[in-house]
């Protein structure tokens, strides 16, 4: 997991535990809650690290680790991040679409663990409060669905170090509480959606490293929040859009080496670069 993802995993932890402690507690966690996570731990085929040795039916699953629980009973995040300097401790399997059952989750974190394959899980669809997801490092792969919008509370989305292919979906327009958007390091194709300007909270945009084409959008304007963007590595090629330069009170990190784009350097970069 890189540091930015591991400091806004952080953040989201601290309003939990502060939150629990405010709570009262109950011995026993939802029964749904149970079921969904004993279905995911089937699935799991290798545990090399006894990550999930405390997940035993009959025990609140409340107190297992990598779970935490809000007002008692019900589920709220799941962390199990792996070790990506020692892939041989982490896990190996599939992820069970029983998840579903967890419907107060808020955070999902299951990134690093290069030895989870299959598709995209889309359980995490039918997880209306999710704020925070972290699927990265795997080896999950295929198309991203067309309707990933409907995740309409999501601020943060991990989803770079796949294998994922096809377009980045239109309905991503949808997401306008995002912050994090990071999709680099997958097979991705296509053009970047125009409704991404939808997405005024911006902070980070990582799209580096896939297989994206055509000309960069001018969606930038209402970004005034951006501070890294990375567009690397592809295969984008014409002029840099003008917007671009209304990022300069705020850009920290430009990102735009490999690709094939023409015409002058913007005065903007010129200037970032001196």
Same mark, same amino acid.
């Given at each position: 997991?890189?540091?930015?993802?591991?400091?806004?995993?952080?953040?989201?932890?601290?309003?939990?535990?502060? /939150? @629990?402690?405010?709570?009262?507690?109950?011995?026993? @966690?939802?029964?749904?809650?149970?079921?969904?996570?004993? *279905?995911?731990?089937?699935?799991?085929?290798?545990?090399?690290?006894?990550?999930?040795?405390? =997940?035993?039916?009959?025990?609140?699953? @409340?107190? =297992?680790? $990598?779970?935490? @629980?809000?007002?008692?009973?019900?589920?709220?995040?799941?962390?199990?991040?792996?070790?990506?300097?020692?892939?041989?401790?982490?896990?190996?399997?599939?992820?069970?679409?029983?998840?579903?059952?967890? /419907?107060?989750?808020?955070?999902?974190?299951? $990134?690093?663990?290069?030895?989870?394959? $299959?598709?995209?899980?889309?359980?995490?669809? /039918?997880?209306?409060?999710?704020?925070?997801?972290?699927?990265?490092?795997?080896?999950?792969?295929?198309?991203?669905?067309?309707?990933?919008?409907?995740?309409?509370? &999501?601020?943060?989305?991990?989803? /770079?170090?796949?294998?994922?292919?096809?377009?980045?979906?239109?309905?991503?327009?949808?997401?306008?509480?995002?912050?994090?958007?990071?999709?680099?390091?997958?097979?991705?194709?296509?053009?970047?959606?125009?409704?991404?300007?939808?997405?005024?909270?911006?902070?980070? &945009?990582?799209?580096?490293?896939?297989?994206?084409?055509?000309?960069?959008?001018?969606?930038?304007?209402?970004?005034?929040?951006?501070?890294?963007?990375?567009?690397?590595?592809?295969?984008?090629? $014409?002029?840099?859009?003008?917007?671009?330069?209304?990022?300069?009170?705020? &850009?920290? *990190?430009?990102?735009?080496?490999?690709?094939?784009?023409?015409?002058?350097?913007?005065?903007?970069?010129?200037?970032?670069?001196?």
């Amino acid at each position: 997991m890189n540091s930015l993802s591991s400091f806004t995993l952080f953040i989201f932890s601290v309003i939990f535990f502060l /939150q @629990c402690l405010s709570s009262t507690g109950a011995t026993t @966690c939802h029964p749904d809650d149970e079921a969904g996570l004993l *279905a995911f731990k089937s699935g799991i085929t290798q545990d090399p690290s006894g990550m999930l040795s405390s =997940w035993k039916k009959g025990t609140s699953c @409340c107190s =297992w680790k $990598g779970i935490t @629980c809000l007002n008692s009973d019900r589920v709220t995040m799941l962390e199990l991040v792996g070790f990506p300097k020692k892939p041989e401790r982490s896990l190996s399997g599939t992820l069970s679409p029983s998840l579903a059952k967890l /419907q107060h989750l808020s955070v999902i974190s299951l $990134g690093d663990h290069v030895n989870i394959t $299959g598709s995209f899980p889309k359980f995490l669809l /039918q997880l209306p409060k999710l704020r925070y997801v972290d699927i990265q490092n795997n080896r999950l792969s295929g198309p991203l669905p067309a309707n990933i919008g409907v995740l309409s509370m &999501l601020e943060e989305f991990f989803l /770079q170090g796949n294998k994922f292919t096809g377009p980045i979906p239109n309905s991503i327009s949808n997401l306008t509480r995002l912050s994090y958007l990071i999709f680099g390091g997958n097979l991705l194709t296509g053009t970047i959606p125009l409704g991404i300007a939808n997405l005024k909270l911006m902070q980070n &945009l990582q799209l580096g490293d896939n297989r994206l084409s055509g000309t960069i959008p001018d969606i930038f304007e209402s970004m005034t929040l951006l501070k890294f963007l990375d567009l690397s590595r592809n295969r984008f090629s $014409g002029r840099l859009p003008p917007s671009i330069a209304s990022l300069a009170p705020t &850009l920290l *990190a430009l990102h735009l080496s490999q690709n094939n784009f023409s015409g002058a350097i913007p005065d903007y970069i010129k200037i970032q670069q001196a």
